[in-house]
């Protein structure tokens, strides 16, 4: 039996921040809606992370929904640390990168959020909360959306 949090799936996305000009990619499946009027985003963050450390200094962000195109990269932006790996370059290099709306995001993506922190709270846990506001949003396609359970069916995660 799974557990409770694993019984529904729930896309994929990876959150794009940036510092000094450097980009960072993450995987992140806490994220939610939390708003519609402004539209909001709640995504949780895990302490000591690259991605942790950006948000704390320049928390306008970028968060992508990914395809099922994108779970190759799942180990490269989930499991690695960005204090050990230089992703933006290693995803330069392989051409996956455009520029929307001034964020480095991945090209095959299924949708895009442009984001600005409104809030953010420790829980307490081995994550902090991150609430933004949606700037801006454009989505690509609405169908073959890297969802937890793809991840766990190829077995990219345990």
């Given at each position: 039996?799974?557990?409770?949090w694993?019984?529904?799936?729930?896309?994929?996305?990876?959150?794009?921040?940036?510092?000094?000009?450097v980009?960072?990619?993450?995987?992140?499946?806490?994220?939610?809606?939390?708003?519609?009027?402004?539209?909001?985003?709640?995504?949780?963050?895990?302490?000591?992370?690259?991605?942790?450390?950006?948000?704390?200094?320049?928390?306008?962000?970028?968060?992508?929904?990914?395809?099922?195109?994108?779970?190759?990269?799942v180990?490269?932006?989930?499991?690695?640390?960005?204090?050990?790996?230089?992703?933006?370059?290693?995803?330069?290099?392989?051409?996956?990168?455009?520029?929307?709306?001034?964020?480095?995001?991945?090209?095959?993506?299924?949708?895009?959020?442009?984001?600005?922190?409104?809030?953010?709270?420790?829980?307490?846990?081995?994550?902090?909360?991150?609430?933004?506001?949606?700037?801006?949003?454009?989505t690509?396609?609405?169908?073959?959306?890297?969802?937890?359970?793809?991840?766990?069916?190829?077995?990219?995660?345990?």
């Amino acid at each position: 039996m799974r557990r409770p949090w694993n019984i529904i799936d729930s896309p994929v996305y990876s959150l794009s921040t940036c510092l000094d000009g450097v980009t960072n990619m993450n995987i992140c499946t806490y994220v939610t809606a939390i708003s519609m009027k402004p539209k909001q985003y709640m995504i949780a963050v895990y302490y000591g992370t690259r991605t942790h450390d950006i948000l704390t200094k320049n928390a306008n962000c970028a968060l992508q929904l990914l395809s099922n195109e994108n779970a190759s990269l799942v180990r490269k932006l989930g499991k690695q640390s960005g204090r050990n790996v230089d992703k933006h370059s290693w995803l330069k290099k392989k051409d996956l990168l455009i520029t929307w709306k001034e964020h480095q995001v991945l090209n095959n993506a299924c949708a895009y959020l442009e984001l600005e922190l409104i809030d953010r709270f420790e829980t307490g846990g081995d994550h902090e909360i991150f609430c933004f506001q949606v700037n801006a949003s454009k989505t690509l396609h609405e169908s073959n959306i890297l969802m937890f359970q793809n991840l766990v069916d190829a077995k990219i995660i345990l």
